[in-house]
Structure formats: C-alpha cells, structure tokens
C-alpha cells in the first residue's frame, strides 16, 4: 500500500494544455474515483500516475518517492483495462501467472498464490480454459485477478466494467468493492458512470477541462455540488436546472414561484432533485402539464413541462395520469433548494 501526491502536476501535447497545474493526495489504501466526462483529463491524469505518459510539469511520489523518471515496470503498480488485455493463446492460469513469471517467482510459489487470487475472484475452477470461453464478466475477473496477484503498492484502473452489460455492472461493482476491503490497496479507478462512481469510490475528484472542480465524498458532492456544472453531472435522474431570477426574495420562472434567501438577480439557475419533489393537488409552486411517465419498478419518473420548463419529480410506482393532463409538484418538507449563477456556473447560496 502506498500514499500517492500529483504535486503541480501539468500536462501539454504542444501547445494544448490537457491537464492544468494541480495537485492531488491519495491516501494510503483510499480507492479514488476520477469522474468526469470523455475528454476532461481523467484518464491521462492515470496515465501519468502510471509513467504511461510523460509529465510536462510538477511531481509524481509514490509512497514517498519521486518516480517520474522511473519506467511504469519500476513503479509497483497494477492496471487494470476497458478491454481486459488478456494473452488470448494462453490459459486463465497462464494469464493471472503471467506477472510473476516475469518477476522470477519460483514455481511452487506461482501455483500458490494463482490459486489464492483465482478463489478471491471465483475463477478457481476455470483455470485452464481460455479467454475466448469466458463470458466479459470472467474476463474481467481475469484482468482483475492478474493485477491483484502481484500484490502491487497500486492499483490503477481505466473504465474496467464499460464494457459489461447493466446487470454485470452491478454485480461487478460489488466484487470491486468487496476486493478492496479485503486488500486495501490504493486504488485510483476512472470513469464516466457517476453510478459507479457513488458507489465505489471513498472520495470522488470530478473533472472538467481537465481541472478537478469538486474532490469530497460521493455523500457531500451528491448534497453539496460545488457548481452547476457538478450539480448537473451527479445524480441519476439529474438535478433539475431551471433557468429564472430571484425577485422579492422568491425565484420566478415558467410555472415556477418559490420563496428563497437571496437577494434580487437575474440569470439565476434554480437546482431542485426528483426525490425533493412530490406530486400534489391543488395550488402549488410548480406548475405545468404532464409531459412523460417512464415507470423504472421502485417509482415513476414524472416529467413536468411548463413552456420550455421541465421538471422530473420522483412519484408513485403506481401513479398514472393521461399525457398533457395538469400537473402540480410541490418540495417535500426538508428538501434542497440550490441557486447558482448562470454565466459562471458558482453556487449563489451557501
């Protein structure tokens, strides 16, 4: 296990700057998640940790070590790919061995602990077929259990389940989670799925343009968003963003009329997520007609239009109502308000 710091870490290709001056800890057996999506930074931001790509600017210590002349076989770390990278010709025992063959383990001591790592990823029975008569989920499995055998100071992996199909997923991320409660190891893992993200991650660093915008617990950046930007990212269905402007101490927009703490503005942008609104009767803040119902079995997604104003409550599962019928949604007690500005994106509350 290993403390990983990005000290004014920067990286350019020319005179495209893809990854601005920033610095980064990773704590000792933390797994971090860098979310964001395609093109922010993550992935190279990896890379570079990995010795994949060349820092143009800053340091990278690994357990309290400079490593950025140091080659990625030096650096004691483990990768795991979107495309699993396994040797086609060779075996499932072949593959998990691969690494410590390489690392001139003695014989009986590769037999061991192939065994030990293909029973913590219940491949121990399907050592000796080949990748082509796996399905993706023990292919995974595979990658997972070749990068977990050499007992590496890090783990780093790139989208490793963005392949899988949904159900897979899931069942995936629970494995990733239970391996790294029983390991420990320092992971930084990278992705675009916020799901995957919430769910894996002890701390997530949301990216954007390269930048890491927001760098807390999936909890604080789920109720706390940084700004419009995260707010929109984080959160399935998203966040409700309405453009309107604050008047008299209430934000006004198209069938929107709600008390807030802030003063007169205009180009306001009011946030608001699904399960803080409820479906109601009579005269409520949010008005409009039903635009869509789409039932996902816990609950039905209702989506509100007021004009070019829509609005996603989470109701019923049970709830049925014919489309352009009138709708009335209203904050459930203790639910959220965010404001944010909508030229530079900055929370306006507190």
């Known amino acids: 296990m290993a403390e990983v710091r990005l000290v004014d870490i920067e990286k350019k290709y020319g005179s495209f700057l893809a990854v601005p001056q920033q610095s980064l800890t990773i704590e000792d057996g933390e797994f971090l998640v860098l979310l964001g999506p395609s093109g922010c930074g993550k992935t190279t931001t990896m890379r570079m940790i990995a010795g994949l790509e060349d820092i143009t600017a800053g340091d990278i210590q690994i357990a309290g070590e400079r490593v950025n002349d140091k080659p990625p076989k030096d650096r004691d770390i483990a990768m795991v790919f979107q495309n699993y990278g396994l040797y086609p010709h060779m075996t499932v025992r072949q593959n998990i061995e691969y690494p410590l063959k390489l690392r001139k383990v003695n014989k009986a001591e590769r037999a061991r602990r192939v065994q030990d790592t293909a029973d913590k990823v219940e491949l121990g029975t399907l050592l000796d077929r080949r990748p082509s008569e796996l399905s993706g989920g023990q292919r995974q499995r595979v990658a997972l259990a070749r990068a977990i055998v050499r007992t590496p100071k890090i783990f780093l992996m790139d989208e490793p389940l963005s392949n899988l199909d949904a159900k897979l997923r899931v069942t995936m991320r629970a494995e990733l989670k239970h391996l790294h409660h029983e390991l420990g190891v320092t992971t930084v893992y990278v992705t675009h799925d916020q799901m995957e993200a919430m769910t894996l991650a002890d701390r997530v660093a949301v990216m954007r343009e390269g930048r890491i915008v927001q760098l807390d617990t999936p909890k604080r950046i789920y109720s706390d968003p940084a700004d419009l930007f995260v707010a ?110 909508r030229a530079t994106g900055q929370r306006l509350d507190g």
Do not use: W
């Open 232 to 341: 929109g990212f984080i959160g399935s269905p998203s966040m409700n963003l309405i453009d309107g402007a604050v008047q008299d101490g209430r934000f006004i927009a198209e069938g929107m009329d709600l008390p807030v703490s802030l003063p007169d503005r205009d180009e306001v942008v009011f946030g608001i997520r699904p399960e803080d609104l409820e479906l109601a009767d009579g005269d409520t803040p949010i008005k409009g007609r039903l635009y869509a119902l789409e039932l996902t079995g816990e609950s039905t997604l209702v989506t509100m239009r007021a004009g070019k104003t829509s609005v996603c409550a989470r109701g019923h599962a049970d709830f049925e109502a014919p489309i352009n019928a009138p709708c009335h949604l209203a904050p459930k007690t203790g639910a959220r308000f965010y404001l944010f500005d």
